[in-house]
């Protein structure tokens, strides 16, 4: 049944699923005649909305593109790489090559979710290299379903944020307290969440796989890193000043050390986890693992051309989030689950809502500027726990990304696929996911 399920949903997406691009672009269109249907605004009025949103997410922007980069970096240092490398020799079957695919991306987005995208497209193409008769769209769609427990990981933007709130329009909702993780990510209700997911997803990952008679074999991109440095390698016989400089391991791990430095004092001194702290973290361990700068840049150069398509993208969706905010899209969308909510359910249609608020704005801390404002005051007034308020947005945003094509671009762009070849797999997964994450919100929390 799942496998028929799987073959009914991928034939949809071949042939329905527009560029992930242009999803973005009928997402605009299909919020701006919304605004001006449901909301009775003006073109006029929504062409301002989206005008004045398009650049409201830079700072943001920079922290997700600076996040994906450097753990795209790190996963391509050969210690990473060699250690997926032996993981991959363990696949030695199709089964065994989609459980060990789902169960590394899954830990690996759980510890990051950029680092977690990148090694999940890393592990299937050495898989799918040492087993010709795995389906790869499937071990993508495997890799990609691990990402659904990011917001339930150490890089949570939304728990990450209400840990160390800030002095402004969010942070005075909760009073500037803080929120810590222990009441989020390391409560039981989440952990319990999250390995069910992990236990789960590889079984639901198997019984999608075709038969042997359909696994198509897929021609794969040679990765152009290793190329590059055996280049440098060979040039640098005859060395300059700067090229010692540039291929010396000191000023690397100088800087490195200084970024490692400044973390233990900030975690001694009672700091949290957050955006930044993590990103140093990433950019510390690279240029470790690299040994030099040179080697550094060259994997960040590689890095960032898989990142060239959600550059083009956070404008179009942070349009989308003022258009949605300020038409009075996103308030009454939130305000009808809310009316319909009382204290048992209102996390679970919080839920709900946030999975389909995520469709327009898939961006974990772009919805939660967008939703806090109106499920805050809700839950306060309901009585219910804003941990678990903050914790049901979170896994909303991270559920519907398996239809969400958006995130999917850095792991297809190491993969070499179209979003159209997984998405049918990642259908299912959504349904499924849907179904646990929502009996755990209603049940747990």
Not at 2 to 12: H, P, R, S, W, Y
Not at 49 to 59: K, R, V
Not at 112 to 121: A, I, Q, S, T
Request: charged share 5%.
């Amino acid at each position: 049944m799942i496998q028929t399920l799987a073959k009914f949903f991928t034939g949809i997406m071949q042939r329905w699923l527009p560029d992930a691009f242009l999803f973005a672009v009928l997402l605009t269109l299909v919020v701006f005649v919304s605004g001006v249907l449901f909301e009775q605004q003006s073109i006029m009025e929504m062409t301002q909305y989206w005008g004045n949103g398009l650049w409201d997410l830079l700072a943001f922007s920079m922290q997700m593109i600076f996040i994906l980069v450097t753990g795209h970096a790190l996963a391509n240092s050969n210690v990473i790489k060699n250690l997926l490398h032996q993981i991959a020799k363990l696949a030695t079957t199709p089964t065994k090559a989609v459980v060990l695919t789902t169960l590394v991306a899954t830990i690996a987005s759980w510890l990051n979710w950029g680092f977690g995208l990148v090694v999940g497209g890393i592990i299937a193409r050495h898989i799918a290299q040492n087993n010709s008769k795995v389906h790869y769209p499937l071990l993508v769609a495997a890799a990609y379903s691990g990402f659904l427990v990011w917001h339930a990981g150490l890089s949570g933007s939304i728990p990450l944020k209400i840990a160390t709130p800030g002095q402004d329009a969010l942070g005075s909702l909760i009073a500037n307290q803080a929120i810590p993780v222990s009441e989020t990510l390391f409560s039981w209700p989440v952990i319990i969440i999250v390995l069910f997911l992990l236990v789960t997803l590889p079984l639901l990952n198997l019984l999608m796989m075709p038969n042997q008679d359909e696994v198509q074999p897929i021609q794969l991109k040679q990765n152009n890193a290793s190329t590059a440095k055996e280049t440098a390698q060979k040039n640098s016989t005859k060395q300059t000043p700067a090229e010692k400089m540039e291929t010396s391991p000191v000023i690397s791990m100088l800087l490195a050390g200084l970024g490692i430095l400044f973390l233990i004092n900030h975690f001694r001194e009672g700091g949290g986890l957050g955006l930044n702290t993590i990103n140093l973290l990433l950019l510390s361990l690279g240029l470790i693992f690299h040994v030099n700068t040179r080697n550094y840049l060259q994997a960040l150069q590689e890095a960032i051309q898989s990142v060239t398509g959600i550059v083009l993208q956070f404008p179009l969706y942070a349009g989308i989030m003022g258009m949605m905010i300020h038409s009075g899209l996103a308030s009454s969308l939130s305000q009808w689950f809310i009316n319909h909510s009382t204290a048992e359910t209102f996390s679970l249609l919080t839920f709900i809502s946030a999975g389909i608020v995520n469709f327009f704005v898939p961006s974990g801390g772009g919805q939660w500027a967008l939703q806090a404002p109106i499920v805050i005051p809700a839950a306060q007034s309901l009585g219910v726990p804003l941990n678990q308020v903050a914790m049901a947005v979170a896994f909303g945003d991270a559920w519907t990304n398996m239809i969400q094509p958006f995130w999917a671009l850095p792991l297809l762009g190491i993969a070499g696929l179209k979003i159209k070849d997984i998405m049918g797999y990642c259908t299912v997964t959504l349904l499924w996911s849907g179904l646990v994450i929502g009996l755990g919100i209603f049940f747990l929390f």
